[in-house]
């Protein structure tokens, strides 16, 4: 069943130089959970953030740390990421040769689990661990970058997840990140999500325009 729409600003647009201030300022904005893009420079063409930041982060903001794993191989940092505070450890398919493996490690760590599909994976690859799974997150622009555009096709794969989710009766976020904003977060929503990633479209207009933004995209 879909669940209420939840708002997780990616700090990927947030101002590096001030993070610790970008996160509590958002969390008090009203954000569901804080987004954190990790990117490795090999399985993505950008370089962003490791554990250590995570964890200096983390007595920012009690709200769940969604964190969005995009290097390779994943497996060796893991456990690394669940002890700097990760809550959600979201991982590629494309990323390890195991997925299974992957998943029940993150179980192991005692964190949520999801799996990411980016715009050429099909939504077919999450059936089989249906059930080891706590998130699936659609992407809707190619990983690496904030401020891309939406690529539509992200909503039909949307619909079928949201079938494929209610048919498993399971309670399985359905995120969607790249491109969020007041224009295309109804049209996420209404074609299934529950989980809106915004980087751009939270962080910006300042601190002061945070809670607008997020209201804004809540609104869908
Ligand atoms: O995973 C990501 C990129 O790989 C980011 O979460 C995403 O791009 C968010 O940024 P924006 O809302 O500006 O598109
Ligand atoms: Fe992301």
Do not use: W
Not at 141 to 152: A, H, L, T, Y
């Amino acid at each position: 069943m879909q669940q209420s729409v939840r708002i997780a600003p990616s700090i990927l647009s947030a101002d590096f130089a001030s993070l610790g201030e970008e996160v509590r300022a958002v969390d008090a904005a009203g954000a569901d959970y804080l987004h954190v893009d990790v990117m490795d420079g090999h399985f993505v063409p950008n370089i962003t953030i490791g554990p250590q930041v995570v964890a200096a982060l983390r007595p920012h903001s009690p709200k769940p740390f969604d964190v969005h794993l995009m290097i390779a191989p994943v497996d060796p940092y893991i456990e690394a990421f669940a002890k700097a505070g990760a809550d959600i450890v979201t991982v590629h398919p494309e990323a390890g040769y195991h997925l299974h493996r992957t998943l029940q490690l993150i179980k192991s760590c005692g964190k949520k689990a999801g799996v990411s599909l980016n715009p050429a994976t099909p939504v077919s690859v999450v059936e089989p661990v249906l059930g080891e799974l706590d998130l699936i997150l659609v992407m809707s622009v190619n990983p690496g970058f904030g401020g891309q555009k939406f690529i539509p096709e992200a909503l039909d794969k949307i619909r079928a997840l949201r079938k494929m989710i209610d048919a498993s009766g399971r309670t399985i976020d359905l995120e969607v990140d790249g491109g969020i904003n007041r224009e295309t977060a109804p049209q996420a929503v209404a074609a299934g999500a529950d989980v809106l990633v915004a980087g751009t479209a939270t962080f910006t207009g300042g601190p002061q325009a945070y809670p607008e933004n997020i209201r804004a995209l809540r609104g869908a």
